[in-house]
């Protein structure tokens, strides 16, 4: 039996592991500076929660903004809970670490992108990180953000 190192794996917790630090840092200081985080989580992670008409919404994936205006940022080691506002409605929400599949500050046009999930077959656990370039586009509804606004 031969063995070797999964480096794609390692290094997916790497990436998991400094966001759950940065969410952890901004959950007791607060954002720093002009810091914000544009965050894509596919809504089919079975961990996931969110309100009902957000799930048929954003039936695969959706991408949330955390800015201006947030509360109960709780960090755990396997995802973070946030209350966002949604057209003046406060809607709390849990996002797993693994269902993330993009973290954007783009105040420092720093980016993370992970190779989605199928979690119906967990044998699949291949998963690499790249930095991202652009921030997600949105499907159906959503707002395409582009990065290239805040590069200077």
């Not at 009902?52 to 709780?74: A, C, F, G, K, S």
Request: no cysteine; glycine share 6%.
């Amino acid at each position: 039996m031969t063995r070797s190192i999964d480096y794609g794996n390692l290094m997916h917790r790497a990436m998991r592991g400094l966001i759950q630090s940065v969410l952890t840092e901004v959950s007791e200081h607060g954002l720093p500076g002009g810091h914000h985080f544009f965050i894509t989580f596919d809504t089919r992670h079975p961990d996931a929660e969110l309100a009902d008409w957000l799930r048929e919404r954003y039936p695969e994936e959706m991408t949330v903004v955390i800015q201006h205006w947030y509360e109960n940022l709780i960090v755990t080691d396997d995802g973070f809970s946030i209350t966002l506002n949604f057209g003046d409605s406060p809607e709390p929400m849990y996002i797993p670490f693994d269902a993330i599949t993009t973290f954007v500050d783009p105040s420092v046009e720093f980016g993370l992108r992970f190779e989605t999930q199928d979690y119906d077959d967990e044998d699949e656990e291949d998963d690499e990180d790249e930095v991202a370039e652009d921030a997600p586009a949105q499907r159906g509804e959503a707002e395409v953000v582009s990065l290239d606004k805040w590069r200077k």
